[in-house]
């Protein structure tokens, strides 16, 4: 069975990598932060990616369109997330490093399909 084609899109390469770069940091939070915090801003993550890869399975136009609108909105919850966690403290300005330019990069790719 050949490899789903979504995997050899850049955009969707960016999304993946911000969601699993997330998972790992919020891996490290306390328990109370895991749960009320790190639920919600791994879920958006994963969102932008799994939209993405949904869409592009639809193979319709109107249908993808949708799905990565839905991932546009994922990834503007994943930033207003990981603004709040570093007003808490809970990102260091080097995991913030490594975050900004994934999400500077995956901005106008999702927004050029």
Not at 7 to 21: D, G, H, Q
Not at 41 to 66: P, T
Not at 85 to 113: F, G, H, M, V, W
Request: proline share 3%; with cysteine.
């Amino acid at each position: 069975m050949a490899r789903p084609d979504y995997e050899s899109l850049e955009v969707y390469k960016l999304a993946e990598r911000l969601a699993n770069t997330i998972w790992q940091i919020v891996q490290q939070w306390d328990g109370f932060t895991k749960d009320t915090m790190g639920k919600q801003i791994v879920r958006a993550a994963d969102s932008i990616c799994v939209n993405i890869a949904e869409g592009r399975g639809r193979h319709n136009f109107k249908d993808n369109q949708r799905f990565i609108k839905i991932a546009k909105g994922s990834l503007y919850e994943t930033i207003s997330w990981l603004r709040l966690a570093y007003t808490r403290n809970l990102l260091n300005t080097e995991q913030s490093a490594k975050l900004k330019p994934i999400i500077d990069e995956l901005i106008p790719r999702l927004n050029a399909i």
